[in-house]
């Protein structure tokens, strides 16, 4: 059986690759014939993936689509996770997630025992993906959180960096993750500032 390999890193000082050996060495004992390793750093957030969307393209019906979790593949909107997961079914794939053991079942198990453990799994894999995006969302309402709590303590404090403003940045990025499909003119408007700093904001963390 043939698998393709999809290694995503965040940010660009974490190295994708990574877990590539791990997902080798899992491919080897399951018996599983590596055709393509698609790697990227980019947000997880992102459902336009370059590296993803090539994997996508070029695998056939039956493939493994194999990951290290579930946060790899996915810390998207519902909307997008539903789009991701319509695609990946349509295609035919077996996505298989290495620390999760129901789904290595896709590769082992057959007949009425590999149907039931494919809806199990899914339902665990839907889990999961809401979870990755729940914890995206909490850690960005702690960043906010935490810049208004010391900008209430001391009034006079400017964040420090390469001259953004930490908070209007951080409520931008929770706009955009909230409203995905809001354009830079509305959510320029509800946060109140230039569309000129969502579209920078909006470049800056699809390169993160």
Not at 65 to 80: G, I
Not at 95 to 121: C, F, R, W, Y
């Amino acid at each position: 059986m043939n698998a393709h390999l999809y290694l995503r890193a965040s940010t660009k000082d974490q190295d994708a690759n990574r877990a590539k050996v791990a997902l080798e060495l899992f491919a080897f004992e399951k018996g599983l014939n590596i055709v393509g390793v698609h790697a990227e750093n980019i947000s997880g957030t992102k459902l336009n993936r370059p590296q993803l969307l090539a994997l996508l393209n070029t695998a056939e019906s039956g493939d493994v689509l194999l990951v290290e979790s579930v946060d790899r593949l996915s810390r998207l909107s519902q909307p997008d996770w539903d789009t991701l997961k319509a695609t990946i079914k349509a295609k035919g794939l077996r996505l298989v997630v290495a620390d999760l053991p129901t789904s290595h079942m896709l590769v082992e198990t057959k007949g009425i025992t590999g149907q039931i453990m494919d809806v199990i799994n899914n339902m665990l894999i839907d889990l999961m993906a809401t979870m990755a995006r729940l914890d995206q969302e909490k850690r960005v309402e702690r960043i906010m959180q935490g810049l208004k709590n010391k900008k209430t303590a001391e009034p006079d404090w400017k964040p420090t960096g390469k001259g953004r403003n930490a908070v209007k940045w951080a409520e931008v990025q929770a706009l955009m993750r909230k409203h995905p499909t809001m354009s830079a003119v509305e959510i320029a408007k509800l946060a109140d500032c230039g569309v000129a700093t969502v579209y920078r904001i909006k470049r800056e963390t699809a390169a993160a």
